[in-house]
């Protein structure tokens, strides 16, 4: 069975603080892959990274980062500089063939 | 343009009544999905359609009845509504093309209330 672990369930940061939103997953697939979505206060939700098994090579897009490590199963999302508009909840996923197993997201709160 | 869309945004019903909820996306996708999302903000999958073929079927009710006229569009029809059917309901769709790869794009929900 597939399984996201988000064990923060809320983070409260001030602006342009960074913050780290973790996840950790189990499988038992060699090859899989990982999402990140979000999904601000509109509803929405939107996609943000995917990352194969294959590939541990960190990823950043602007304010964003992204740390993959198989050895301990984790796929932790990172914000610098954090900003009221990434006030949302963040949601990490694994797939498997058409399924989408998601954790049960964290919501991150940027205060002014 | 929209790439996935849902139609009502809104539903608010009694129980016991039917709804239906239609989904339709325009790019190309030939996969598509239904997701509920709880009120704790719990995304599940419901159903999964890939070619107008039902693929996936979680373990949810028989009250609740996808169907996909083609490719582009996967609906959902919900008999005798409940109370725990309140939720959010979000289409999405994925090209199977290049397998676990491709993310899903999802719509912008369909929050249904049940009274």
């Known amino acids: 069975a597939q399984k996201v672990t988000q064990a923060q369930t809320e983070i409260s940061v001030v602006e342009k603080e960074d913050v780290t939103l973790d996840c950790v997953y189990e499988t038992r697939d060699t090859t899989y892959y990982l999402f990140w979505y979000k999904q601000p206060p509109s509803g929405e939700l939107v996609f943000l990274i995917r990352?194969?098994?294959?590939?541990?090579q960190n990823e950043i897009s602007g304010r964003y980062s992204w740390n993959f490590q198989k050895s301990t199963s984790s796929f932790n999302f990172t914000i610098t500089a954090s900003q009221v508009v990434d006030s949302a909840v963040y949601f990490c996923?694994?797939?498997?063939?058409?399924?989408?197993?998601f954790g049960k997201g964290t919501m991150l709160l940027v205060s002014p | 343009d929209t790439a996935v869309s849902q139609t009502p945004k809104y539903l608010v019903t009694q129980m016991g009544n039917d709804k239906s909820i239609k989904c339709e996306q325009n790019l190309g996708h030939d996969t598509m999905y239904w997701y509920k999302q709880d009120s704790k903000k719990f995304l599940k999958i419901m159903f999964s359609y890939n070619n107008k073929e039902l693929i996936i079927n979680e373990t949810v009710p028989n009250r609740f009845s996808p169907k996909s006229p083609d490719k582009a569009h996967l609906n959902l029809h919900i008999n005798s509504l409940e109370l725990g059917d309140s939720a959010v309901y979000f289409c999405?769709?994925?090209?199977?093309?290049?397998?676990?790869?491709?993310?899903?794009?999802f719509g912008p929900g369909t929050r249904l209330t049940v009274t």
């Open positions: 996923a694994l797939r498997r063939y058409s399924t989408l197993t």
């Open positions: 999405a769709s994925s090209s199977s093309q290049q397998g676990d790869r491709v993310e899903q794009y």
């Open positions: 990352r194969n098994s294959f590939d541990e």
